[in-house]
DNA sequence: AGACCACTTGCAAATGATTCGCAGATCTAC
DNA sequence: GTAGATCTGCGAATCATTTGCAAGTGGTCT
């Protein structure tokens, strides 16, 4: 009768924690664990730190969020619904740029001919120097 | 008269630690801090981990080594003059395959034409699936 | 060769991020 | 409602990397 909630019909409990996890990553677009449960304690404040480390790790084995590196180090979370993009890391300045994904499309595919392998271009950032910063390096 | 060292050439000091690490890097090929500083003890037992990432960052700054990311986190290091290629991360089994960066000359300059944004396809990892696991996973 | 001093090193402690152990709380299925 | 599996909070452990500091060393200039 009752309409499955969408962490029980992944066979996980239901638990405040969890879904207050859940809806924080979807808010916050790539965030980090620690940017997790800040944004959580807002409104909740006795959540744990390692329950967010936790819950992360049991959304993204049943495929609702997922993981990628933006950083040098650590991981950034964001929902799985979201639309892949390309994040174009500016290892001078830092800043991170989105591309579509299509823009790796080629490369992707010629990956997976040569040698079958399916990339996931958006796990790892795109690792470079902004247009802005090659501006500037013309000094 | 004396031919400069190449340390000495870029204005670092001349020290037993910094040629051993240098030497590690060099024949090991994408070590981390930890395995080049086990390299350098099987010949000089007393050599300091500390030391090894202080001189990992100092040959990084004046170009005698760089790092990237293959893993989930942590850097490895290689030497410049190694010839630059992709690394393809498989999710799955955590296999690393080469391949050449001329696979992704055509992403690196579209992203150049369109975003102005230089790319430096070796850095991270290119993360996916490799041939085998994606056999596998018709189960 | 000797002296000076900035740079390096070893060592121990600090840090930061993530994981673990466990006892008590809480979900779910019955 | 009860029972048992799962989950949470908390503190401690772990792991990688960084830092402070006192002692050692390399390069330079007599
Ligand atoms: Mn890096
Ligand atoms: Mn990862
Ligand atoms: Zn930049
Ligand atoms: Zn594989």
């Known amino acids: 009768m009752a309409q499955p909630h969408e962490l029980r ?8 924690q969890r879904e207050l996890v859940l809806a924080a990553v979807r808010e916050l677009d790539h965030a ?3 940017e ?19 819950n992360l790790e049991t959304l993204e084995n049943v495929g609702l969020v997922q993981h990628n590196h933006l950083g040098h180090g650590g991981a950034s979370y964001h929902a799985s619904e979201e639309v892949a ?6 290892g001078t300045c830092g800043s991170v740029g989105d591309a579509p994904i299509e823009a790796a499309l080629n490369f992707v595919n010629s990956l997976s ?9 958006s796990h790892f950032a795109v690792y470079g120097t902004c247009a802005v910063c090659s501006q500037a390096e013309l000094s």
């Open 36 to 54: 997790i449960a800040e944004k959580v304690r807002q409104t909740h404040p006795g959540i744990n730190l390692s329950t967010v480390y936790r």
């Open 113 to 121: 001919e040569e040698y079958g392998f399916r990339t996931d271009v």
């Open 32 to 34: 980090t664990p620690e």
């Open 85 to 90: 993009h390309l994040h174009l890391v500016c």
């Open 9 to 16: 019909e992944r066979g996980l409990r239901l638990t405040p």
